[in-house]
C-alpha cells in the first residue's frame, strides 16, 4: 500500500512540473527622447516575434519607461510611444494584436538610479514578459 502512495505523488508532481509555464523577459533600449527602434532592438524584437508566431498561445506584456529628464506629462507620452512602437513592430510582422497587454509609466518606475547618466540610460526601455497565455 505504501509503494502506491509514493507513486501516486510521483505523478501528483511530475503534473505539476509540467503545467508550469516559463516566462521570459527582455528589454530595449532608447536614446533621450526617443521612440524609433534601433537594428539592435529590432534584433531583439524579431527573436521574440519569431517565437511569439510559431506558438499562438503566447501572450505579451509591454511596458514603457522613460528616464526623469523632462517634463513628467511629456516622459508619460513618450513612454506610450515605446510600447506603441515595439508592439507596432510585433504586429507588422505577423503577431496578433490579442496576444498584447501593456502599460505605460514614464519616469515612474525606474530600474535604475536617475540621478546618474547611467542610471538613466538603463531607464530609457521598454520592457516585456511572454510567454504561453493562461486560459
Known sequence: M??????????????SAFAQIKHYRKSIFFETGKYELDSQSVAVLQRVL????????????LKGNT??????T??????E???EATKAYFME???PESA???????????????????????????SFVYGKRGD
Open 74 to 79: 511629456v516622459n508619460k507620452q513618450l513612454s
Open 93 to 95: 510582422n505577423g503577431a
Open 100 to 126: 498584447f497587454k501593456w502599460a505605460a509609466y514614464g519616469e515612474e518606475k525606474p530600474i535604475a538610479d536617475n540621478e546618474t547618466d547611467d542610471g538613466k540610460q538603463k531607464s530609457r526601455y521598454s
Open 50 to 61: 519569431d517565437s511569439v508566431v510559431t506558438y499562438k498561445s503566447y501572450r505579451i506584456m
Open 67 to 72: 528616464d526623469n529628464v523632462g517634463d513628467s
Open 2 to 15: 505504501r509503494k502506491i502512495g509514493i507513486v501516486f505523488l510521483l505523478i501528483v508532481f511530475s503534473f
Open 81 to 83: 510611444k515605446r510600447v
